[in-house]
């Protein structure tokens, strides 16, 4: 509850409250004459401004650059690191998800203009925006979606101007006369006609070094001169911290304040500065210069212990190949989710055998079967086959497959493999009875048939090739 003169009024509610038809900036007596016996506690505006930064420091986990949109609101420029996600679909729904997780109630927005986001998740259904479309976007919502204060959205309702739409049909000669050049101001915001620039929040603690330029630069060159300086200043600070960068965030600052980001991520910590700048020169031409970059900064965003290690150009024996540089280069070039491994698992199944992880994680503890062949790859679900056996334990003569059929010239088996009941009540009388089969082309398979708890006995394919 907020007190405004001697008006009291909801500052904000909970789920439950929203359920019972409270709204924010309903009057505290029209919501307890709706809902008797409502508890209402004064709403703490500096504990709500620090929640909301805090909140900020945690979305950099997505992107460099997040600015407060107070006083309950984000703004997140994911240019240069959606990649680093899976893409903008992924990132939304995984941001989406865990802040559902943590108790937090928010529609999400994400368009290629700041302004037509903020617009779309306030005011429309949330979602993405493909690119290009913000004046469809934003034709149907509310004036208010254009940031315009309250007596600029009441004069324009009371000429019949509810909608976006109608200040886009109307000419803005006349809509300058009319409303001023703020309307338009703000409407070519939402558009992209006019340039937003954001702030970027920083954590105090993140080790950070900046670089400003008496006169602005632009060229690549210039910038790759820029990032190996700022790598070799970052490093002696986490040196001296004892620490290695696991993340690195780099923001340009432009002259006509549209900052530019790029973002990498390593395998393991680091503090080697050339190799930090390759990796950053990697992500520099996604780098739009303008009219110019008149500071740099590169901050170490996520950070881990990195002890001194001795150097062992003079051990004896034969060394392990350090593969953390070519890691590190492909998680940059290809992003962190098509970087990886294949680790095995504590499981009779075959789809659960394997789990992806990071491409230099410790290993899980499990070994990888030697005593029973898998397939190279699997199938994911696996496909239904038509198929033909003499009797019923026996491998099949012939399998169609895709429409194709396939002759069996050797077939090994069965192997039979049990449900794990103990991690699925419904597995607790899966049956299934494992064939590897070579065809007469040479072709290497791994089918299965229902266990006898099934009355079909159907076949399936699960594997190719041979490991």
Known sequence: MAQDGAR?????????????????????????????????????????????ARLGLWCQRYAPIVALDPPDGLMIDITGAAHLHGGEAPLLADLSARLERS???????????????????????????????????IAGLPVAALRLGFEA??????????????????PRASLRLRFGAELLFRLDRALGREPEPLTALEAPETPRVALRFAEPVGARESLERVVADLCARLVPELERRGLGARRLDLVFVRVD???????????GPSRDAAHLARLLGERLSL???????????????????LAERQDTHLAAGPQAPDL????????????????????????????RAVCRVPALAAPLGALWPTDLPRPARLLAPPEPVTAMAEIPDAPPLFFVWRNTRHRIARADGPERILGEW????????????????????????????????????????HGLGEA
């Open 324 to 351: 953390a540089a070519l890691v590190d280069t492909l998680l940059v070039r290809l992003g962190a989710a098509r970087v990886y491994r294949l680790a095995p698992v504590e499981s009779d199944l075959p789809e």
């Open 287 to 305: 780098i739009d210069p303008g009219f110019g970059i008149e500071e740099a900064v590169l901050s170490a965003s996520r950070v881990e212990p």
């Open 153 to 170: 959205v009441r004069a324009l309702q009371d000429v019949g101007i509810t909608r976006v739409g109608h200040c886009l049909d109307k």
């Open 422 to 461: 103990w991690v699925a009540d419904a597995e607790a009388d899966l049956t299934r009875d494992y064939y590897r089969v070579e065809t007469e082309a040479g072709e290497r398979f791994w089918l299965f048939r229902d266990g006898p708890m099934e009355a079909n006995g159907r076949w399936w394919l």
């Open 8 to 52: 009291r009024g909801l500052a904000g509610v909970d789920a439950a409250a929203r359920r019972l038809g409270l709204r924010p900036g309903m009057s505290a007596a029209q919501a307890q004459a709706l809902v008797p016996g409502l508890h209402l506690v004064p709403a703490d505006p500096e504990a709500d401004a620090a929640a909301l």
């Open 257 to 267: 304040r549209l900052d530019q980001a790029i973002r990498i991520g390593t395998a």
């Open 103 to 137: 108790g937090i109630l928010a529609r999400l927005a994400l368009a290629d203009i700041p302004g037509c986001a903020w617009g779309v998740a306030r005011f429309g259904e949330g979602g993405i925006v493909p690119r290009g479309g913000a004046e469809q976007a």
